[in-house]
Nanobody
Framework: QVQLVQSGGGLVQPGGSLRLSCAAS????????LGWYRQAPGKQRELVAT???????NYADSVKGRFTISRDDAKNVVYLQMNSLTPGYTGAYYC?????????????????WGQGTQVTVSS
C-alpha cells in the first residue's frame, strides 16, 4: 500500500519562507521521480519542481531561484523549500511520485499523489 503524507503548509507573510515535506511508504523510493505541484484557486494543477533518483532537478520558471526541491532517500522524504514567497504562490501543494511498488520493484512505474497542503501567502 502506497502512502504519501504531506506536512508543512500554512499561512506566511509575503517575503517569508515555508518548507513542505512529503513522507512516502510502499514505493521503491530511491528510484522514483519526485515532484511538487501547485493548484491555485480556479486554476489547473501545475508543475512546480521535480527531482530524479540521481538528483537532477527541474523547476517551473516562476519558482526558479526561490524554491528548492530535495530528497532524503534514507528517510523516504521529499522536501520543497520555498523562500521569498509572494501572494502569487498561494494554493494547494501536492507531492507526486512516479514509482514502482516496493513489493514489486520490477513492475511498471505509476503515479501517486499526496493529500495536498494549503499554502497561503498573505499579510
Amino acid at each position: 500500500q502506497v502512502q504519501l503524507v504531506q506536512s508543512g503548509g500554512g499561512l506566511v507573510q509575503p517575503g517569508g519562507s515555508l518548507r513542505l515535506s512529503c513522507a512516502a511508504s510502499g514505493i521503491a523510493f530511491s528510484r522514483s521521480i519526485l515532484g511538487w505541484y501547485r493548484q491555485a484557486p480556479g486554476k489547473q494543477r501545475e508543475l512546480v519542481a521535480t527531482i530524479t533518483g540521481s538528483g537532477h532537478t527541474n523547476y517551473a520558471d516562476s519558482v526558479k531561484g526561490r524554491f528548492t526541491i530535495s530528497r532524503d532517500d534514507a528517510k523516504n522524504v521529499v522536501y520543497l523549500q520555498m523562500n521569498s514567497l509572494t501572494p502569487g504562490y498561494t494554493g494547494a501543494y501536492y507531492c507526486n511520485v512516479r514509482a514502482q511498488l516496493a513489493s514489486r520493484p520490477w513492475g511498471d512505474y505509476e503515479d501517486y499523489w499526496g493529500q495536498g497542503t494549503q499554502v497561503t501567502v498573505s499579510s
